[in-house]
């Protein structure tokens, strides 16, 4: 299988990536579905999983072994054991991403409420603030970088683990290198390793943004 | 629940057991191939990155370090898969083309986490270390990598687990191993040997991970946990 | 001894750390650098242990260019204090005062039976030995950090801001002990601190240190609150340094009056023989009761039985300063301090002008 491209082929054949531009914006618009929903999924659940381990702190010791183990999970293990219970569907793909996002961002979150300083809390409670109002008004906002840094991590990463899931038919991008390897053809390889690179910093580059949206008082 | 009761009872098959697909052979593959690439890994990134993060004064070194911390975030944004298919369509297939990513994807978070961890070692600790006359390698060993080895640890496991996963993948592209059982298996669309591949290889992942926790708790010192928890 | 000639220290970015400092540190005893931040007084410092090499000028230690030594052989015959202590969190407390031992190639036995040794000269528990640094509180770690810098037992030390760290009333005790400490040692010691207080509680000389470097002043405490060069470190002393040279007048140099002292069973018309305002009753043994103003007394009864007004606090006349006599003047219903020797027997009274006469004759001298 020595595939070297012969040499009147080059590397990109960009008439072939002309040709299937509306084939690879499809693949695109699966990859952002398949990497940002488990992404907002992740979120969900975190957020309250980590306000519970950072108010019981005796919690948040177990979680974290839960949380790292998961992380550790290869990705290809997890697809094709799902495959038993949700079949070749996008579940399959979603719900390991979501279990990733959820064991970066629970930390994210736990070690962001921490970062609360403990002076800033005790005004807030000093000047009247209840609990609920005191969370949403006081220590959220304070704790947004800290969990934005985790997001931006689950995203990109969601992003390039999404093409793994080509070897089950699943994999938005990926099936580009699926595609090109099983024709010994570089062009859509190389074509949906760029891709996915440059929607990983686009999507990067949108939650920097955000954040600087949501903590103003940040800016430099 | 029928799909782990066959994995299960693939598992319970005698040729699972022995010969070039059985296996203990496939484990081995697995663990040479991951090891190598682990061992690469380790001899490229641990010396840089403890050197970087040691060596803190002038521009160049902030100018690398920055390059440093932005490779791991780099590193996150490429497709493993694509790596794989890239690397052997170029390269040609075999070990050494299938290393090349594994050991790409690896040396960011050990490279990183080395880095961070010696830099992020107090200052005035470091002060202090060359005050009373320790001469700088004498800094790095006593001092620095100590102080650093909690982070250092965590990069080589995200490596090892990262190494121990994309080894999985590139059963695609050829590799040996365990994950010639979950391709092979999507390929035939025999999925009590993808099941039982799979378990495998979760199974190897949990092993590393416990492996490293063990190692935490042998060489990190217990002066650098209290203070981590303070 | 260390001197210094003509230290200069410029940085790559331009500013000046140091600029043509001169001055000796006298063997065995705490030469302290003051100063406000950005004077250089760090910087000065750390040319002693080659942590800072200056541009120009040379340090000698006892004679010799500091730098015909390699750096970390230099550093080890020299004791270095912190801020914050810098210890070691991945070392236990006796491994931390080793430290300097071990790098000598000591045994690991014979350095931390001398750091448990240590532990007990610095006032620490030897049975925290075996803890971690981030088990100990704030005053305890700068213990530790003063046993590691004894712990080779080197004939300098060089203390950058070794107190400022921990609370004001741990800071007290620690410069309190550490003074007991070099009492017995007698180390050449460098201290550095911003606190105008500490260096002049701590140092047997003070330079001063202004921004750019410049060495303003460099003199006895005494003479620093006494005679300032200029403005500025005038202005750093503080505008109470009158009271404060009050500290380096013995009590023991005021004349104190015994005319208004008065037994307990004497009559009014005593008191009023006396011609003072005020008279202080004193118990068979002459120990002070309280006071009694003689002008409000009408009748002809024993002092005994006239009101009186509380004591307030004495002064001893041996060992306190003139500070301790005004501060006692100030508080007392009198206006006047009661002087006792070390048994409490009342020795005599001082008004504030008797105080004023005292740092009249002092300065004149």
């Not at chain 2, 694509?82 to 978070?109: K, M, R, W």
Request: aromatic share 6%.
């Amino acid at each position: 299988m020595i595939a070297a491209p012969a040499d009147d082929e080059p590397l990109i054949r960009w008439d072939w990536l002309a040709r299937n531009a509306d084939d690879i914006g499809g693949m695109l618009a699966d990859h952002v579905y398949l990497s940002v929903v488990p992404v907002v999924i992740g979120l969900v659940i975190a957020l309250p999983v980590g306000l519970a381990c950072a108010r019981w702190r005796w919690i948040y010791p177990p979680v974290l072994a839960v949380t790292s183990l998961l992380y550790a999970l290869p990705a290809i293990a997890l697809f094709v054991v799902l495959i038993a219970f949700t079949g070749l569907s996008h579940t399959t793909v979603m719900i390991p991403l979501a279990l990733y996002t959820l064991s970066v961002l629970v930390p994210g979150v736990v070690d962001g409420l921490r970062a609360v300083p403990d002076h800033v809390r005790q005004a807030a409670v000093a000047m009247g603030f209840g609990p609920l109002r005191r969370l949403v008004q006081v220590e959220l906002p304070i704790a947004v970088p800290v969990v934005m840094a985790g997001l931006r991590v689950a995203t990109v990463s969601n992003i390039s683990l999404v093409s793994v899931g080509a070897l089950i038919g699943i994999g938005g991008l990926g099936e580009l290198f699926t595609d090109g390897f099983n024709r010994d053809f570089p062009t859509p390889i190389i074509a949906g390793v760029v891709l996915t690179i440059l929607l990983a910093v686009a999507a990067d580059g949108l939650l920097i943004l955000v954040q600087r949206l949501l903590t103003p008082w940040s800016r430099q | 629940m029928n799909a782990i009761l066959n994995a299960l009872r693939w598992f319970g098959q005698s040729e699972q057991w022995s010969g070039p697909d059985g296996i203990p052979q496939r484990l081995l593959e697995h663990l040479w191939y991951s090891g190598l690439a682990f061992a690469i890994t380790l001899v490229i990134a641990l010396p840089l990155g403890l050197a970087l993060g040691h060596v803190r004064r002038g521009r160049a070194a902030a100018a690398l370090g920055f390059a440093v911390v932005s490779s791991a975030n780099g590193a996150r944004a490429l497709p493993t898969l694509g790596l794989l298919i890239l690397a052997v369509l170029l390269a040609g297939s075999g070990v050494g083309p299938t290393l090349v990513p594994l050991v790409v994807l690896a040396v960011p978070p050990v490279l990183v986490n080395a880095y961070t961890g010696v830099r992020q070692v107090e200052p005035q600790i470091r002060d202090a270390a060359e005050g009373m006359g320790m001469t700088g390698s004498q800094v790095l060993w006593r001092v620095e990598i100590p102080v650093a080895l909690p982070l250092v640890l965590l990069g080589m496991r995200t490596a090892a687990i990262q190494i121990v996963s994309t080894a999985t993948i590139a059963a695609y592209v050829g590799l040996g191993g365990l994950g010639r059982y979950i391709i092979d298996g999507l390929k035939r669309q025999e999925y009590d040997s993808t099941a039982g591949g799979a378990i495998l290889v979760i199974a190897l992942a949990f092993l590393i991970q416990l492996i490293f926790t063990g190692l935490h708790r042998l060489s990190v010192s217990p002066g650098v946990r209290l203070s981590a928890s303070h | 001894m260390i001197t210094f000639e003509g230290v200069s220290k410029r940085f790559p970015d331009g500013t000046v750390a140091l600029d043509d400092v001169s001055l000796e540190c006298a063997t065995g005893e705490i030469t302290v650098f003051v100063g406000t931040s950005g004077g250089g007084k760090t910087t000065a410092l750390r040319t002693v242990n080659r942590m800072v090499e200056p541009t120009s000028g040379r340090v000698l230690i006892d004679g010799a260019d500091v730098r015909d030594r390699p750096p970390a052989e230099l550093r080890r015959g020299i004791g270095y204090v912190i801020q914050q202590a810098g210890l070691f969190p991945h070392r236990t407390i006796a491994d931390n005062i080793a430290t300097v031992p071990y790098l000598l190639g000591e045994g690991k036995k014979r350095a931390r039976a001398r750091a448990r040794e240590l532990m007990e000269r610095v006032g620490l528990d030897p049975a925290l030995a075996g803890r971690y640094p981030a088990q100990l509180s704030g005053g305890q770690q700068q213990r530790v950090g003063v046993a590691r810098a004894l712990a080779a037992d080197p004939p300098i030390m060089l203390m950058d801001e070794p107190f400022s760290a921990v609370d004001p009333v741990v800071r007290g005790e620690l410069q309190a002990e550490f003074l007991r400490l070099q009492a017995e040692l007698h180390k050449t010691i460098v201290f550095v601190t911003h606190d105008i207080d500490e260096a002049i509680k701590m140092g047997d000389r003070i330079a001063v240190f202004r921004t750019g470097g410049k060495l303003v002043q460099f003199d006895t405490p005494k003479n620093l609150l006494a005679a300032p060069a200029d403005d500025f470190v005038a202005d750093f002393i503080g505008y109470d340094r009158g009271i404060r040279r009050l500290s380096f007048v013995p009590a023991a140099e005021l004349e104190l009056d015994d005319r208004a002292v008065l037994p307990e069973n004497a009559s009014v018309a005593e008191a009023r023989a006396t011609g003072a305002d005020w008279v202080l009753l004193t118990d068979s043994g002459r120990r002070p009761l309280g006071w009694v103003a003689v002008s409000g007394l009408a009748t002809d009864r024993s002092l005994q039985h006239m009101p009186r007004a509380p004591l307030g606090h004495t002064f001893n006349v041996r060992a306190d300063s003139a500070r301790a006599a005004l501060d006692a003047a100030v508080l007392s219903p009198s206006g006047l301090a009661v002087g006792v020797d070390d048994d409490g027997v009342v020795v005599g009274v001082a008004s504030p002008l008797d105080l004023t006469n005292a740092i009249g004759r002092e300065s004149a001298r």
